[in-house]
């Protein structure tokens, strides 16, 4: 059973920049990390759930309209870790953020079939 952790959240002034990091276990043989796709997710208080950033099995990333500039997704396949590097922060920006994954596109919709617990991300003025 594919297993995804979520850190690096944190309270950061308008301006700043945090790194989230999603730890991956669970994958098999069939499976394999490096194959499938993973995203990053943030919901608000109040706000539907949000597709934040994409990659692709061959790395290839995606990013939704209002974090494109500021915020860069990237994977290590070896360590099967997820990252998102998020500069330029904002307080809308403000959420609660959640990796994804899954063995088929799903690109920035919300039908992935494994989820992390999320991690806090705050932004103040």
């Known amino acids: 059973q594919v297993q995804l952790v979520e850190s690096g959240g944190g309270s950061v002034q308008a301006g700043g920049s945090l790194t989230l990091s999603c730890a991956a276990s669970g994958y098999t043989v069939r499976y394999t990390y490096s194959s499938n796709y993973m995203a990053w997710f943030r919901q608000a208080p109040g706000k539907e759930r949000e597709g934040v950033a994409t990659?692709?099995?061959?790395?290839?990333?995606s990013y939704a309209d209002s974090v494109k500039g500021r915020f860069t997704i990237s994977k290590d396949n070896a360590a099967k870790i997820l990252y998102l590097q998020m500069n330029s922060l904002k307080p809308e920006d403000t959420a609660m953020y959640y990796c994804?994954?899954?063995?088929?596109?799903?690109?920035?919709?919300?039908?992935?079939?494994?989820w992390g617990q999320g991690t806090q991300v705050t932004v103040s003025s």
């Open positions: 990659i692709d099995a061959n790395g290839r990333p």
């Open positions: 994804a994954a899954d063995p088929s596109f799903r690109g920035l919709g919300s039908g992935y079939g494994y």
